[in-house]
């Protein structure tokens, strides 16, 4: 081996290691036996379904996909270390049990906590205990549902949420119960977020008991004038009272009278903060 890279430090190889994916990594255990645990170590572990090769042989697709998590347990359990960022991209559908399983044995970092998921026909288990430690949460294609054990998420400051299923109440209950978030971004797209009337009705003055003391800039992406939107971002403006931005990004296909309507039933709405600036515009990439 090239004496410059065998004469690299252990967090130079790591930081390599990091930019390809975790199988490549892997295989250079064979380069030397100075490389053999390095990629056991390495931080950031970035996981497709699409690129990730599992073992030839027969099957449906189903079968295929439980090598794959099969596979991703096994990484995690010879992973030695804190990992700072897990990103996993895959349709989980009924194999919601073994993504579980996989975030129950992610190993956070104490400083650096992030977990970008990107999981088809998922319901995210709030409830899992291992997040409570999330500073950073991404969320995409999946579901988000009210459980009566969810106890909150008491580290975590960034939430993105794309294209995931929830109801206002749901959120609601999600930032009521994660005191430290500052920054709420939400993709809403196609009517992601959905109300049934007669259960996740909320008004302002049935929220006495939700304090959102920390949220300082919430964003809004894909907004149409559906009533369960306009009210999500109603209810936020009077309950957070540090709020200091509110960017509104419309549905490319919001006519300019539409934009207006809904600027001015935002700026004419009760806010907790007086100092917000609230922006409403057309986002020509939603």
């Known amino acids: 081996m090239d004496d410059r890279i065998s004469n690299l430090t252990s967090p130079m190889i790591e930081n390599i290691l990091c930019l390809v994916p975790i199988q490549e990594a892997a295989r250079t255990s064979i380069l030397s036996k100075e490389w053999r645990y390095h990629w056991t170590k390495i931080p950031k572990l970035v996981i497709n379904e699409g690129t990730f090769q599992v073992s030839p042989g027969k099957g449906d697709q189903h079968s295929k996909r439980q090598k794959l998590y099969d596979a991703i347990y096994q990484i995690l359990l010879q992973h030695e270390g804190p990992i700072h960022e897990f990103t996993l991209s895959t349709y989980a559908g009924d194999a919601c049990y073994e993504i579980d399983r996989i975030i129950s044995h992610l190993p956070f970092d104490p400083i650096y906590r992030k977990l970008p998921l990107k999981l088809g026909g998922y319901t995210f288990p709030i409830s899992l205990s291992p997040l409570n430690q999330l500073t950073d949460l991404y969320l995409s294609r999946c579901f988000l549902n009210y459980q009566s054990a969810f106890n909150g998420f008491g580290s975590l400051t960034n939430l993105y949420m794309k294209d995931v299923y929830t109801s206002k109440r749901m959120l609601l209950h999600l930032l009521s119960n994660s005191p430290l978030i500052k920054s709420l971004t939400l993709n809403i797209g196609n009517g992601h977020l959905q109300e049934n009337p007669e259960r996740d009705s909320v008004a302002i003055e049935d929220l006495s008991d939700i304090s959102l003391e920390h949220l300082t800039e919430l964003e ?18 009077a309950k957070c009272c540090v709020l200091k931005k509110v960017n509104i990004l419309l549905y490319n296909k919001v006519d300019k009278y539409v934009k207006l309507q809904i600027l001015g039933i935002l700026l004419s709405s009760p806010r907790a903060s007086l100092g917000v600036e609230i922006i409403c515009k057309r986002d020509q990439k939603c």
């Open 220 to 237: 809004i992406r894909n907004l149409t004038n559906r009533k369960c939107e306009l009210d999500f971002v109603k209810l936020v403006l």
